[in-house]
């Protein structure tokens, strides 16, 4: 390949950080080029499909496209169409059916199984000198939901095509993004907590997705919620790109890739030009230098893919711990998130600014850590402070350097803030 080809696959996806975007390519080809804009013609790789009133793709095309482009949304903007009946955007009716469609796809999706993992997230609102001066909660809108489930529903598309055109011989070489299954050790610590929180539904040794689902339905609107949500994310396995199709264990697929997104993940862009040359038969040789090529690929965009999001999770932290150093000696209202030995994590959620609470600050008893329960016990007192518990907290120290945050108990204080 090319020398941006190079960079591109050694980079393997966009980086985005709170203040800005590492792109995986140029800016001239990823915001430019290769980027719609209104009114310009773009060649694209369509997947273009025919969806019943069940949500069944009955009939689909992939092939090499021109798209004109007649207008840039924004989410919010889409957003205050669908919610408004007497809009009179042009462009209202279309959104309207789009977003019927989309939600018929989503309620098929859910009922066969699909994990909906809505987790919080949070923006920030920077200064010139890009300190953050306000954390704003992210708000899902139906618009994101209803770009998410065409995604879905193309990525799908796109690796069905792949087995059909296989034939019955074996799968042409192709990049899968596949999810496992749990292991049995992490689903038996899931269990665990759960307990440890009250609820005592059986949780089965074998969990399907939808057994995933009932737990998190189970929970929704209740206190534990975003830390059950987190919990039961962190017994997932990750998500990874392979040549062998396990299936997608999260959304409940037994076909799945990534390619919708080839500005800015490096998978994507190879399943388009896979995709491409499949147009045409393919010799043997071809095929065993694809296989040897895409393993490497695989291998590359996962690990990549891991680096960015831990970048992305500390850019976010960095800016967290930032604004909460501005509000020290503050008092906030949060959440016990995780309790060891040592003491127990915090988490203020408006903001999911995390922070420790000693147990050495702790000082109006002897707490000792009881791992049955997830929780800390007064010995003097009996006084529990059990996972998911709400508690008062102070800010009292706040490591720039490090990145840490350190809170104090606070025992009863009417002013607390929860934002």
């Not at 737990?215 to 062998?244: C, F, P, W």
């Amino acid at each position: 390949g090319s020398a941006v080809d190079e960079e591109a696959r050694r980079r393997g996806t966009s980086i985005y950080l709170v203040d800005r975007v590492v792109p995986m390519l140029p800016e001239h080809l990823s915001n430019k080029l290769c980027s719609l804009q209104p009114h310009e013609d773009r060649f694209t790789f369509s997947c273009l499909m025919e969806i019943n009133a069940e949500g069944e793709v009955v009939n689909y095309e992939i092939k090499p496209s021109i798209i004109h482009s007649k207008r840039r949304f924004t989410y919010e903007e889409v957003q205050a169409i669908l919610d408004d009946p007497n809009s009179t955007d042009p462009y209202a009716d279309v959104l309207k059916e789009m977003n019927q469609l989309s939600q018929l796809l989503r309620r098929k999706r859910l009922a066969e199984g699909s994990i909906d993992f809505d987790t919080p997230e949070v923006k920030f609102r920077l200064d010139e000198a890009g300190k953050p001066v306000e954390i704003i909660p992210v708000e899902r809108l139906e618009s994101h939901m209803l770009i998410e489930e065409f995604m879905l529903m193309a990525n799908q598309t796109v690796t069905k095509h792949i087995q059909a055109i296989s034939g019955n011989g074996k799968p042409l070489p192709f990049i899968y993004r596949v999810h496992e299954k749990p292991d049995k050790e992490k689903i038996q610590k899931f269990r665990d907590f759960l307990r440890a929180l009250g609820y005592t539904y059986s949780v089965k040794q074998k969990l399907t997705p939808r057994d995933f689902q009932k737990i998190l339905q189970k929970i929704e609107g209740t206190k534990d919620e975003v830390l059950v949500k987190e919990v039961a994310l962190r017994t997932m396995m990750k998500a990874v790109y392979s040549q062998n199709n396990v299936g997608h264990f999260g959304l409940g697929f037994e076909y799945y890739t990534h390619f919708t997104s080839p500005i800015r993940r490096y998978p994507d862009l190879v399943v388009h030009r896979l995709l491409k040359e499949y147009m045409e038969p393919v010799p043997r040789k071809r095929i065993r230098e694809l296989k040897k090529y895409l393993k490497q690929v695989c291998q590359t965009s996962s690990e990549r893919e891991r680096v960015a999001l831990e970048a992305e999770r500390q850019s976010i932290k960095i800016k967290q711990v930032e604004w909460i150093a501005k509000h020290k000696g503050e008092i906030f209202k949060g959440i016990i998130s995780g309790v060891t030995a040592y003491g127990m994590f915090v988490e203020i959620v408006p903001y999911l600014i995390e922070g420790l609470v000693h147990i050495d600050s702790m000082a109006n008893d002897f707490y000792i850590y009881s791992e049955k329960t997830y929780s800390l016990i007064g010995k003097e007192s009996g006084r529990q402070y059990r996972l998911g518990d709400e508690v008062t907290i102070q800010v009292a120290n706040v490591d720039l350097e490090n990145n840490t945050v350190d809170f104090k108990l606070v025992e009863s204080a009417p002013e607390a803030e929860t934002a």
